[in-house]
């Protein structure tokens, strides 16, 4: 099937397109990346996205404005990405859309309870003609789990080493790692969670500090100007977060503007200038990564692969390369896979499996109670023909 993925992360920077070729089925599984594209939000869609993300700001009449108006710029970029790689929309068979995440609540036992992630699969089915499977979270938390991180369960089809455990790093708006056993290991249990904030805290605070000119700390500029203040660093891993076991979630609800904005003013309370406040920061994000390994990796871990926008920057990606040695620090293309886009692909896996009726998560992944379906199916003109396809 060609199955395309769509991807907005807790960052919001933009949408990601991935076109896959997608065969077989878990164990004997292939996928490969026809085309893709990414497409930056403007300014103005930007700040609306988080802006809907602030409980203190947020208003229902403008979140679902921005449910239908994001769906419609989901749709324009798809028809756009399909144009750009020389197809048309009658050759795609499905489209695997996350979403935006706006809110995933967990609870003080560390449950969740609900996340919401918008952008409306019927705006997205009729304007593209492709059947849409979305809400991909819903019913792993129903079943008892965290509904995330799903690209772990992907991660565990497609990237697990033949004979030592590997590590999956995502630093994107939050990171969250998967501990993958080696094949050869028939015995054990993948591990799956969210290791705390990656990028989100540390761009809020770069665009407060810059006034606005700069949205993330491009190559480090300002980490490289400051020194890590220990102290502050010590307190700020004393967040209870980072001792909560897993399986365990988080988002902009604990660690996004409000608190970024607060650490700043705190940071400048003690005397501390923009570079030692984003070293300090950037630290934070290395720090909490590794402290998650050594707290939870359930073996030596020999390699780490990369993703998400933190592995651009060169200070994290340093700090980690110390911190978590003698492991080998790798990205996706090492082992053929485009980085960037990596989690539009896995909700187009995500979309397959649910269009074939299978579970496309494991509860040593998310907690669950047991491995379900997710998504929802939203039918487009063709989905009788491709119903007709996969089912006679």
């Not at 700020?236 to 076991?245: I, K, Q, S, T």
């Not at 904005?261 to 990564?289: F, M, S, Y």
Request: glycine share 10%.
């Amino acid at each position: 099937m060609i199955v395309i993925g769509l991807m907005s992360g807790t960052s919001a920077d933009g949408v990601d397109v991935a076109i896959c070729d997608i065969r077989g089925r878990p164990g004997d599984m292939r996928v490969d990346l026809v085309s893709s594209a990414a497409f930056e939000y403007k300014p103005k869609m930007r700040q609306r996205i988080l802006a809907c993300c602030d409980r203190a700001e947020s208003r229902v009449d403008q979140i679902a404005a921005l449910h239908v108006d994001l769906a419609a710029l989901f749709a324009d970029c798809t028809l756009a990405a399909i144009h750009d790689a020389g197809m048309r929309p009658s050759q795609i068979d499905l489209i695997g859309s996350h979403g935006q995440t706006l809110w995933h609540n967990v609870l003080p036992s560390g449950e969740v309870n609900v996340s919401l992630q918008i952008v409306e699969a019927a705006v997205l089915a009729e304007r593209t003609g492709v059947t849409t499977v979305s809400n991909f979270r819903a019913r792993d938390i129903a079943a008892g789990g965290q509904g995330a991180p799903l690209t772990s369960y992907v991660d565990w089809l497609l990237l697990r080493h033949p004979r030592h455990w590997r590590a999956v790093q995502n630093i994107g708006g939050m990171g969250n790692v998967t501990f993958l056993p080696p094949q050869d290991d028939s015995k054990a249990q993948p591990i799956a969670f969210d290791t705390g904030p990656g990028n989100a805290m540390l761009d809020v605070a770069v665009s407060h500090i810059s006034g606005g000119e700069m949205n993330f700390d491009r190559d480090g500029y300002y980490a490289k100007q400051g020194r890590v203040d220990e102290e502050w660093l010590e307190e700020l891993l004393r967040h209870p977060y980072y001792a909560r076991e897993y399986p365990k979630t988080t988002g902009r609800e604990t660690f996004g503007t409000m608190a970024a904005l607060d650490l700043v003013e705190e940071a400048q309370r003690r005397g501390l200038g923009d570079g030692e406040i984003i070293a300090t920061l950037t630290a934070l994000t290395a720090t909490n990564i590794a402290d998650a390994y050594r707290r939870f990796a359930p073996a030596p871990i020999q390699e780490v692969i990369l993703s998400g926008g933190g592995r651009r920057n060169p200070v994290i990606v340093g700090m980690l390369r110390q911190l978590l040695a003698p492991a080998t620090l790798m990205i996706h293309e090492d082992i053929g896979m485009d980085s960037d886009f990596k989690e539009a692909l896995v909700f187009a896996v995500l979309a397959y499996e649910t269009w074939h009726g299978r579970p496309a998560t494991l509860p040593a992944l998310t907690g669950a109670r047991r491995a379900t379906i997710l998504g929802s199916i939203t039918p487009g003109s063709n989905f009788s023909d491709i119903a007709r396809t996969t089912y006679s």
